[in-house]
T-cell receptor, first 116, second 113 residues
Framework: DAKTTQPPSMDCAEGRAANLPCNHS???????VYWYRQIHSQGPQYIIH???NNETNEMASLIITEDRKSSTLILPHATLRDTAVYYC?????????????????FGTGTQLKVEL | DAGITQSPRHKVTETGTPVTLRCHQT?????MYWYRQDPGHGLRLIHY???????DKGEVSDGYSVSRSKTEDFLLTLESATSSQTSVYFC????????????FGPGTRLTVL
């Protein structure tokens, strides 16, 4: 799976858009970009994923650059409850029956702090 | 939210005792996973299951065993708990191909004294 690079921390004012960047310059053509978040003491939560097109769901939007070397997760109207560690994960789609199983590799992520 | 529960949510035990953690899902998903999360290591896959009675090892499986006799339940057993197994354990499920989309349970905090 491709390596990702995220800033360690970001701040955002409540009600404003939070734009979380992720660099994945070694991404392969069959690898998807996934975003998860983990609110303190809770299990990770799936947010969104995409291959090459921009994606939007009820939680967020995912913007992937044309060369696919970077992406941005956008929380359009951040609230205090969005304070969490956000993880960008790049991996092939589909179920992988290899020794490591279908694991997700979580890096250190970005600690997003939403403030009043 | 995906219907995943874990029990117990907190447990304190002593070195050498057996411990079983339970993951229960109501989503009828085929794939289930056990991860542990430790400071400085992120989440690491312990074991996973790709169907009833079908399980395989993850990257940190030593000292752990699993069983899955029903679609909805995935058990993680520490045969003889050690202090190095003090951790937060998360169960996850995924529906099938496209297993990058996994849904996690609330976690079990295990302390081995």
């Amino acid at each position: 799976d491709a390596k990702t690079t995220q800033p360690p921390s970001m701040d955002c004012a409540e009600g404003r858009a939070a734009n979380l960047p992720c660099n994945h310059s070694t991404i392969s053509g069959n690898e998807y970009v996934y975003w998860y978040r983990q609110i303190h003491s809770q299990g990770p939560q799936y947010i969104i994923h995409g291959l090459k097109n921009n994606e939007t769901n009820e939680m967020a939007s995912l913007i992937i650059t044309e060369d696919r070397k970077s992406s941005t997760l956008i929380l359009p109207h951040a609230t205090l409850r969005d304070t969490a560690v956000y993880y960008c994960i790049v991996r092939v789609g589909g179920y992988i029956l290899t020794g490591g199983g279908n694991k997700l590799t979580f890096g250190t992520g970005t600690q997003l702090k939403v403030e009043l | 939210d995906a219907g995943i529960t874990q029990s117990p949510r907190h447990k304190v035990t002593e070195t050498g005792t057996p411990v079983t953690l339970r993951c229960h899902q109501t989503e009828n998903h085929r794939y289930m996973y056990w991860y542990r999360q430790d400071p400085g290591h992120g989440l690491r896959l312990i074991h996973y299951s790709y169907g009833v009675k079908d399980t395989d090892k993850g990257e940190v499986s030593d000292g752990y065993s699993v069983s899955r006799s029903k679609t909805e339940d995935f058990l993680l057993t520490l045969e003889s708990a050690t202090s190095s197994q003090t951790s937060v354990y998360f169960c996850a499920i995924s529906e099938g191909p496209g297993g990058g989309t996994q849904y996690f349970g609330p976690g079990t905090r295990l302390t081995v004294l």
